[in-house]
């Protein structure tokens, strides 16, 4: 990877074709290095409620120090020590001593970079067009009227399908150098839900002032519910904070489809007949009871209805309300399975403590089980070639390929690793000898797509599985290579 134009001083690179800073935050120091920022320059943090006005200034080297002699590379995290609260989205806090705000900077520095590279081939022509798409998308997040897609769609303008840990890193990083989040966090929802593409606030003092009100009033609506909670606290992405922060990794509760897909719910003053036809019509086992969007009174379910009426024929609705447990969309799936074996089911809140959705144990079974699957073909993709390998092919020969000068003292076929399949076969004499009417470059080139997908699995990269795109590839492989290698 190459440093951004900015960065290293130079005038117009040629050929540049990878976009902005590869993927990573600009930081203060790209700034200084541009010459958008000199060092030595005096920055103000004013506190737009109370008055206040922090001071600091741009190091040599591009960090921000405080009066007091800390330095931090954030903008977001020198906010923070400067006030004594947080969080901040830095660059949106700090501004020169003519209310240049740092963001502004930036923004002016990436669009530099962009005219550089919009000649750099087909490559940063597409980082030309999603800086383009990025720009505006801030644009209406500014105006009020903040762009809403697909994370399908959102991971399309980074020519992506799936949810790796470099690609998210990507999203996350290049949405945070355009100053913007998405709500909820695309990381933490499936492919198919929605996400809004949110700016930073204006008013950083009085965002967190409403957010605490907002907070408040929703512990004061849920204060009187009959039913347990879990909360960690599902912000929006911060694609504004510190360089240092990642994506969501590992599955989450809002990854799987019904999660935030909405929910059937009752009130605590409906009757069983109400209950009963909603848990029919819709063959559910269990039905929300719920106040409000946020007020969970508990649930009921076909047993709890059933020992309400077994303890008296004539009890009321209220008798058969149950507790329930409601959970973040961005709760770590495998943190809130103890509580799903408990309850058997889980509710969900979005970002904004809604209840969303619903998750049984047969979604978690069923989304244990698409992961589980590649990770299957895998193991028997690997046991075919490495059959037909040890059965068509001598033994020698294939060790004065994968093992040249014996440093891995390679003496079995089962030593043979993935990417030595790939070299023998790869091989044209290797390949002659096993006698298979196949054309050994489009066979060769379909098994590094595959060692593509098998790094992700095997190093759980891969946030969205390999999908119903890669199992067809491994099957077809598979059922290519019992064909011809028997």
């Known amino acids: 990877m190459t440093d951004s134009a900015a960065g290293n001083g130079e005038e117009n690179p040629p050929g540049r074709a990878s976009y902005l800073f590869e993927g990573r935050r ?17 920055l103000v943090f004013r506190r737009k409620r109370s008055g206040e006005a922090h001071l600091a200034r741009v190091t040599e080297d591009g960090k921000i120090e405080l009066d007091d002699g800390r330095r931090f590379a954030s903008p977001s995290a020198a906010a923070a020590a400067a006030s004594g609260r947080g969080p901040f989205d830095g660059w949106t806090a700090w501004a020169l001593e003519n209310d240049t705000l740092l963001d502004v900077l930036r923004q002016t520095l990436l669009d530099t970079v962009a005219g550089q590279s919009s000649s750099g081939g087909s490559a940063a022509e597409g980082s030309v067009d999603r800086h383009t798409r990025l720009k505006d998308a801030r644009k209406k997040a500014d105006e009020g009227n903040p ?114 897909r909405g ?16 848990m029919r019509l819709n063959g559910y086992s269990q039905l929300p009871v719920l106040n409000g969007p946020r007020n969970l009174q508990g649930a009921v379910t076909w047993e709890s209805i059933a020992r309400a009426r077994y303890a008296d024929s004539g009890a009321p609705f209220s008798d058969a309300i149950a507790a329930a447990h409601a959970v973040s969309y961005a709760d770590h799936l ?17 970002q904004t403590n809604r209840i969303a959705g619903i998750i049984t144990v047969a979604d978690v079974a069923a989304e244990y089980g ?31 390929l994968c093992d040249p000068d014996g440093q891995r003292k390679l003496a079995a076929f089962d030593q043979l690793s993935y990417g030595d399949y790939q070299q023998v076969l790869g091989n044209q004499e290797q390949w002659d000898k096993l ?34 795109s890669a199992i067809p590839l491994l099957r077809n492989m598979i059922e290519l290579l019992r064909e011809h290698g028997s």
């Open 147 to 260: 762009i809403t897609l697909t994370v399908r769609d959102l991971l399309d303008w980074w020519e992506a399908s799936r949810r790796g840990y470099l690609v998210s890193g990507q999203v996350s990083a290049e949405l945070a150098n355009h100053g913007l989040s998405t709500v909820p966090d695309f990381a933490a929802v499936g492919l198919d839900d929605r996400v809004a593409l949110t700016g930073p606030p204006t008013d950083t003092e009085d965002e967190q002032e409403a957010t605490a009100e907002q907070e408040a009033a929703a512990e004061q609506e849920t204060a009187t519910g009959q039913w347990e909670t879990k909360t960690t606290g599902a912000p929006k992405s911060t694609a504004s904070d510190d360089e240092e922060e990642e994506p969501v990794q590992g599955q989450t509760v809002g990854n799987l489809p019904s999660a935030l």
């Open 263 to 278: 929910v059937e719910s009752v009130t605590s003053s409906a009757n069983f007949e109400e209950a009963f036809t909603k």
């Open 370 to 400: 698409a992961t589980a699957r590649p990770f299957l073909l895998i193991g028997d993709l690997d046991r075919q070639l490495r059959r037909v390998i040890s059965e068509g092919l001598d033994l020698t020969e294939v060790i004065a």
């Open 334 to 350: 495998i943190d809130v399975l103890p509580d799903l074996e408990r309850f058997g089911f889980l509710l969900v809140k979005d």
């Open 26 to 42: 600009v930081r203060v120091s790209d700034l200084v290095d541009a010459g958008l920022l000199a060092p030595g320059t005096q």
């Open 435 to 468: 006698g298979w009417p196949l054309d050994r470059k489009s066979f060769v080139a379909r098994l590094d797509e595959l060692r593509e997908i098998r790094n992700e699995l095997m190093h759980f990269n891969d946030k969205d599985k390999a999908g119903d």
